[in-house]
């Protein structure tokens, strides 16, 4: 395959901290590829296309992979599988293609189930993006670990018992993919005695982003919310 397959980190949602790289990647290449809803696969309804939009700099040949935006944890194998054959052929033909990933590609980003079925096969670029852990902390001033602490990046969808020895065995933790979550995720800190302090943090670097002490976050939160805990 001649074409390079990217796998391109778009930041949390603020067009500003789309790196310069990232943007110079959008702006030249010919095919991009990113995950909708399944319910929705309107290019709109990309929330990583959305940040990419005013980078894209003209038409492009765009891919989209339907997955179910629930709290599943085996993502759609078979969109995933039937993009990456699409991808190929375009790498086949000497076209460029970017996997457009919210956040940083290789923290839960779409681009891995890509590059697990394309690796070896082309030549692959990663370009890093800010993560939104990092942007949650920037939007809570929170300082996440110094010196010898370590911190654990936690899934919420995690069983309750998981969810518990994970952060017990941290001095700070990041919980991803809040969601429908929220009460077993309050109710883990509640028992580890790491309520307070804790913050909620829903669209982090976006304007209408929200940070709450734990305790006021709504019970429903939406897809794009995280909840910092560090050692009081
Ligand atoms: C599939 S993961 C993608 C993570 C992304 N690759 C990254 O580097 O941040 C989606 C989860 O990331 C978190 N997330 C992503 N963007 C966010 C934002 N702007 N504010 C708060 N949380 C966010 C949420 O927990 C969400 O459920």
Redo the contacts with the bound molecule.
């Keep these: 395959m001649s074409g390079v397959l990217y796998g391109l980190g778009l930041g949390?949602?603020d067009p500003d901290l789309v790196t310069i790289k990232a943007a110079a990647v959008l702006a030249d290449i010919t095919v991009i590829a990113y995950v909708t809803p399944l319910k929705n696969a309107a290019a709109g309804a990309s929330f990583a296309r959305a940040i990419a939009a005013p980078h894209l700099g003209g038409e492009k040949i765009e891919i989209t992979i339907p997955i179910a935006m629930n709290e599943n944890p085996a993502p759609g194998q078979l969109a995933y599988d039937q993009a990456s054959r699409e991808i190929a052929g375009h790498l086949d033909a000497g076209r460029d293609v970017a996997v457009l990933?919210?956040?940083?590609p290789l923290?839960?980003?779409s681009f891995m189930y890509v590059l697990e079925r394309l690796n070896e096969s082309c030549k692959i670029v990663t370009v890093p993006?800010v993560?939104?852990?990092g942007?949650?902390a920037a939007a809570a001033n929170l300082p996440l670990v110094s010196r010898h602490q370590s911190l654990a990046v936690v899934p919420a969808t995690l069983p309750e018992a998981e969810i518990k020895s994970r952060i017990a065995a941290a001095n700070a933790a990041a919980v991803?993919?809040?969601g429908r979550n929220m009460a077993k995720v309050k109710r883990v800190l509640d028992v580890l005695g790491r309520m307070d302090g804790a913050i909620y943090?829903?669209?982090?670097?976006?304007p209408e982003v929200r940070v709450l002490p734990l305790a006021d976050a709504p019970d429903d939160a939406p897809?794009?919310?995280?909840i910092l805990t560090t050692e009081t």
């Design positions: 949390p949602g990933c919210e956040g940083d923290l839960y980003g993006g993560s939104s852990l942007a949650a991803f993919k809040v943090i829903e669209r982090a670097s976006l897809y794009f919310s995280m």
